[in-house]
């Protein structure tokens, strides 16, 4: 799986209902009428998936609430900006997700451990069969798929990996390697997607076409790509952990997130990553991958906030991630 270089792997469908102007020409009533087919769709297949959603009304939600779905990538930050009309559908343990009136009418989504490309695809494959069953898609011979942007044309798939690359950060090759990826076809931003900076060291690998491209295809690319990063990631972590200095700031970082009383987002990022590649290198053996990537989760400001359950002031939720931090690490 290496779940040592890639935490995650995403594929994301998208689709829209045939008989049904895209979300941004819908009125309210239009908007409902598409939520209740698509819902009505899922709860009535033949699918043991089925009884395993929960229906969300994006309007009932707090900004928090809304907020914390996008920390945990659940939902796109596109998706949160409107709440009328949008509706989520999402199994229990938050793998699959179906977002309903975002850019698309829908938007089916599948999230897996580590490097796990088919898998996914096989189960977003399987969501979108299921939906087919009772929608009819709006679909065109030539195009494929018909989505409101035209980038998504074709197989309306977005497949990404979620990629902890600090060693290819501390020696600034990230950006020559981005270049080279925009003539492959793939694209490499920020944890969060399109216009978020990369935090901790973690970065979404993305194909970026989707015309002309079977999905098969387009995830064997996608997949050939991401061994050879973690090759080169694998390389540059040997030099660098080599380093005395790199192994000092690994074991203060341990140490300050072990004892801190106040501590930041962004700094809790930084430190969690500085472990992490602590953990994988065998310096640090007393903590686990896991640990790191549900902290690395679990310290985001609306998610941490959601939890405690409770208003907390910038200053409060820096001591709560501090204590949250203490305690998972001692």
């Known amino acids: 799986m290496n779940s040592e270089v890639v935490i995650s792997t995403r594929v994301r469908l998208a689709r829209n209902l045939k008989d ?9 009533q239009g908007r409902e009428k598409v939520i209740e087919k698509v819902k009505d769709a899922v709860k009535n297949s033949n699918s043991s998936i089925a009884s395993d959603f929960s229906f969300i009304k994006m309007g009932e939600l707090t900004p928090r609430q809304s907020v914390s779905l996008v920390e945990r990538r659940l939902v796109s930050p596109e998706f949160i ?8 559908m999402l199994s229990s343990n938050e793998s699959l997700s179906i977002m309903i009136n975002e850019e698309d009418h829908i938007r089916l989504q599948v999230i897996t451990k580590g490097l796990s490309l088919d898998e996914a695809y096989d189960t977003a494959d399987k969501l979108d069969t299921l939906l087919d069953e009772n929608l009819d898609f709006a679909f065109n011979e030539k195009l494929g798929y018909l989505t409101q942007c035209p980038t ?3 197989t309306g798939m977005r497949a990404s990996v979620m990629l902890h690359l600090p060693a290819l950060e501390k020696s600034r090759a990230i950006n020559r390697i981005a270049g080279n990826l925009s003539k492959l076809g793939l694209t490499i931003r920020g944890a969060h997607g399109e216009g978020t900076e990369p935090k901790g060291a973690l970065y979404q690998l993305s194909n970026q076409v989707t015309l002309g491209i079977s999905e098969k295809a387009a995830i064997e690319n996608l997949k050939n790509i991401t061994e050879q990063l973690i090759n080169q990631e ?3 972590r040997k030099r660098l952990c080599s380093s005395i200095e ?3 700031t690994i074991s203060r970082s341990l140490g300050i997130l072990k004892s801190a009383l106040v501590i930041s987002h962004d700094e809790a990022l930084k430190l969690l990553s500085n472990v992490r590649l602590g953990v994988v ?10 640990t790191i990537d ?4 679990a310290v985001e400001p609306a998610t941490l906030t959601v939890n405690i359950n409770k208003n907390l002031s910038a200053h409060e939720r820096d001591i709560e991630r501090a204590k949250l931090l203490r305690t998972a690490l001692s």
């Open 81 to 88: 900006s409107e709440e009328q009309g949008r509706a989520l």
């Open 20 to 28: 049904y102007p895209f979300p941004c020409k819908l009125n309210t």
């Open 281 to 290: 290198s065998k310096q640090i053996t007393d903590v686990t991958t896991e």
């Open 152 to 154: 998504n044309l074709g």
């Open 234 to 236: 694998n390389q540059a």
């Open 246 to 248: 790199i192994q000092d």
């Open 294 to 297: 549900k902290l690395m989760s």
